[in-house]
């Protein structure tokens, strides 16, 4: 059965207590960006778990800017976007304990995906040309991020940038990159 059928009663069931969410304005009240992983077991909708309850947040406060692993350089263009049209000085990139990302290299993946269409050279083509952003170690992940947005020529050099691991199975946060992305820039 697909997912479609439960939607409209779920939705119902969401806007009977929507209340004034629809007066939030567009740019996010905090001035907040936050990277972070699409992981199912991470809150995306709700806002009851990650990234916002915990962190003290509420909707309208930040960007929520997700992809496969919270990868940084995916997420440059969004970033962008939300820095230049809609005001964010911020950027807090969370990264997690036992993502799929740590579970394989871009090779694997692009073999399983040649191997579903053996022969088929526009699917060979086209999946040759991604590269996954697979993670190795979560922390260096983490520090590497951090780094490629505090160098970045579309990011604002004024931007506060700070690294983040979510633990899965705590639900605790830890600052990877705090002391060193807190510094402004020179």
């Known amino acids: 059965m697909s997912s479609a059928n439960e ?30 992983c699409m992981d199912a077991r991470l809150e995306q909708v709700s806002f009851s778990t990650f990234p916002a309850a915990h962190l003290g947040l509420k909707e309208g406060d930040a960007h929520i800017i997700r992809n496969a692993g919270g990868s940084a350089e995916e997420a440059i263009r969004s970033l962008v976007i939300s820095q230049r049209l809609l005001g964010t000085r911020e950027i807090a990139v969370f990264r997690h304990t036992d993502c799929g990302m740590l579970t394989f290299k871009t090779e694997q993946l692009r073999d399983i995906v040649k191997n579903a269409a053996p022969g088929d050279a526009e699917v ?22 951090v780094s490629l947005l505090r160098s970045h020529p579309l990011v604002l050099k004024e931007t506060t940038v700070t690294g983040w691991t979510y633990e899965v199975e705590t639900g605790k946060v830890c600052g990877c990159c705090l002391v060193v992305c807190l510094v402004p820039f020179a």
């Open 124 to 145: 060979a083509r086209h999946v040759d040309q991604i590269e996954f952003l697979e993670i190795a170690n979560l922390e260096e992940a983490v520090r590497g991020d």
């Open 7 to 36: 939607f409209i009663k779920a939705n119902d069931a969401y806007t009977a207590s929507f209340g004034d969410k629809g007066s939030l304005a567009l740019p996010p009240a905090r001035k907040l960006a936050i990277v972070t």
